[in-house]
């Protein structure tokens, strides 16, 4: 096989302890799909790159092609000129150490982990959707300045069924398994009832539990995973002990060192358990119940915020659709309706005695993701309402369609990304029956994209004032730069490196930090050569202060989590 990306993988399983590869040339290059490995030209990195195998103390592993591959040469020709972002990951797992540019803080010292949806093929099969893609799990490991990184697909049935069988075998966000006949069509329904069909595949987030378990998500139940958060390996299922049931949660419950919080939508009486999970125990318990306002059923839960009283429950009009969920085929909205004449609401609960304290209609509104949320006081100290801050695509759902694979793949440098901004929402509990909707700050100030964000976790629940997140340098299809966003002084920075994707900002605080921005955050960049790299920016002054190119460019991902070296 000639030099290639893949190569380097290889070759750090070579006995030498560093192994220097010269790139610069157009190779025959091998690409492993989980379906094998399948030749293409492939135009590579026009530099050294030196990869340091410290199998002494991190073994670097073989890859593990699975399947045998079928690729037309539409869709071979297709990779070249993409994104790693948009394209699956070339092997099972690796892990290697990485060549640092820059200084990493000596007091970085734990695992970044990454989830996403890494895998979209089977076979002669693409997945048609960001979200369908098997997890991909990412790790970065920070000790003493060095970094390691790993990646190892997880085990879900979804994943292993669909490896053995060629084939999708359970219901994914989008795709739905094609039944053989009849008679199987009738059975898959009633799978479906059960919830039996619906996936595992757990690619959205990564979670650490109060007890240190780590924890792999979507939003059915069944996909929550346990992983090694060394080896990446999948140690099983996380099952919870209790009798509540429930086929889908949100995507993101709160984590705490103390305690787990989700949503837990109801979809045949439309409305939302709120439930709560001690760390040590796999036993949810009720806090209360949100009955919804408007109909015909319970709104899409991704994610929401808590302050430090309350839980905020979000009913967006985007809302979960019975019909969409039985079609074979997806609809434009997937498995949801918008019904803007339903309006839209927050639900403020009391986070110990589970009663709702206001339920407020709202402008309409689309969000994936709640950045934070807090109580504002009067003079007397009273609370006078709350502010949960998301971020907001202006109502508009056809940001679920800009997540078709084929959108996202073929960037023709018209500017195709919905405007999006900071949706603040001011939510009175003075027993006002509206709550109010605006831009946190001029959507301008981060080119008008706005998603996947993070805070400093300290600040979960309380005022603060940064968040980082994924802006837009237009003309693009996707968020593609970093913004670091200033709420008091309504001002973003942002960095941005052309033709590139970087993955959600993930903001660690420096041990003993008593400033809000005071830390490092990290994000892998997709390259529009197909190559990336981990990236470390300073969290005060948003500037780059370390990189580490990968073996090769890595799978658009998700969400993540630190766990910190213990
Ligand atoms: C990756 C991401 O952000 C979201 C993933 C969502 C998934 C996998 C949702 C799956 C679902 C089903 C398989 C059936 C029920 C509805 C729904 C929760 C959308
Ligand atoms: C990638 C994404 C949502 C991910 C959910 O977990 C949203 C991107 C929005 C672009 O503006
Ligand atoms: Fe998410």
Redesign the pocket.
């Known amino acids: 096989m000639a030099s290639s990306a893949f190569s380097v993988a290889r070759s750090c399983n070579s006995p030498s302890n560093v192994t220097k590869i010269r790139f610069g040339h157009h190779v025959k290059d091998e690409y492993y799909s989980i379906f094998g490995k399948v030749n293409f030209s492939s135009k590579i990195c026009k530099r050294n790159l030196i990869l340091t195998n410290v199998a002494s103390k991190v073994p670097a592993l073989a890859p593990t092609p699975i399947v045998p591959p079928k690729m037309d040469q539409e869709t071979v020709d297709e990779f070249e000129s993409k994104l790693a972002a948009w394209t699956s990951i070339r092997q099972e797992r690796w892990e290697g150490e990485l060549d640092v540019q820059g200084q990493i803080p000596l007091w970085l010292n734990g695992t970044y982990l990454r989830n ?2 890494g895998l979209w093929h089977l076979g002669e099969y693409n997945f048609r959707h ?2 369908d893609g098997y997890a991909t799990l990412v790790r970065l490991t920070f000790e003493n300045g060095r970094l390691v990184m790993g990646h190892r697909q997880i085990e879900s049935d979804a994943y292993m069924a669909a490896k053995k069988n060629k084939k999708v075998c359970y ?3 989008s795709e739905v398994p094609k039944p053989d006949n009849f008679l199987s069509y009738i059975g898959d329904m009633a799978k479906l009832f059960s919830g039996a069909s ?2 595992d ?1 757990p ?2 987030g990564v979670v650490k539990l109060g007890d240190g378990r780590v924890v792999c998500l ?3 139940i069944k ?1 929550s995973t346990i992983i090694n958060p060394n080896t990446l390996e999948t140690l099983g299922k996380f099952e919870f002990s209790d009798t509540l049931g429930g ?2 949660h949100s ?1 993101h419950p709160i984590v705490t060192d103390d305690e787990f919080i989700t949503l837990v939508p109801d979809l045949i009486k439309a409305g939302y358990l709120v439930v709560r999970m001690e760390a040590g125990s796999n036993e949810r318990k009720v806090i209360g119940r949100v009955e919804c306002r408007g109909g015909p059923s319970a709104g ?1 839960v ?1 994610s929401f915020p808590v302050t430090q009283h309350y839980i905020i429950v979000p009913e967006m009009p985007l809302r ?1 659709c019975a019909q969409n ?1 039985l079609k074979a085929e997806p609809t434009p909205l ?3 309706q918008w019904h803007p004449q339903s309006k839209g609401f927050i639900h403020v609960m009391c986070k110990s005695s589970g009663k709702i304290v206001t339920s407020v209609e709202v402008p309409l509104f689309v969000t ?1 993701h709640f950045i934070n949320a807090y109580e504002e006081k009067d003079e007397d100290g009273r609370i006078i309402s709350v502010i949960a801050d998301c971020c907001e695509h202006n109502a508009d759902t056809t940001i679920l369609d800009k997540l078709r694979l084929q959108n996202l793949r073929k960037f023709s440098g018209q500017d195709v990304l919905p405007d999006a901004r900071v949706g603040r929402f001011v939510i009175p509990l003075d027993g006002s029956p509206y709550g109010r909707l605006e831009a946190a700050l001029k959507a301008d100030e981060h080119g008008r994209g706005m998603d996947m964000c993070s805070i400093n976790p300290s600040y979960l629940g309380k005022k603060y004032r940064y968040a980082y997140a994924c802006g837009a340098r237009r003309p693009c299809n996707f968020p593609n730069t970093l913004t670091k966003i200033d709420l008091v002084e309504k001002k973003a920075k942002n960095w941005h490196d052309e033709g590139s994707v970087p993955s959600e900002p993930f903001f660690v605080a420096r041990p003993g930090a008593t400033q809000e921005d005071d830390g490092v955050v990290i994000s892998m960049i997709s390259e529009k050569n197909g190559e990336g790299y981990a990236l470390l920016l300073d969290g005060q002054t948003f500037e780059e202060i370390a990189r580490a190119k990968f073996p090769y460019g890595l799978p658009y991902g ?1 969400h993540g989590c630190w766990v910190p070296k213990n």
């Open positions: 996403g949806p960001l979200f219901r994914e966000f619906l996936t595949n690619n959205t979507t939003e059915t996909g086929l889908i995507a899409w991704h979960y969920l997937y498995k949801f994936f998700l």
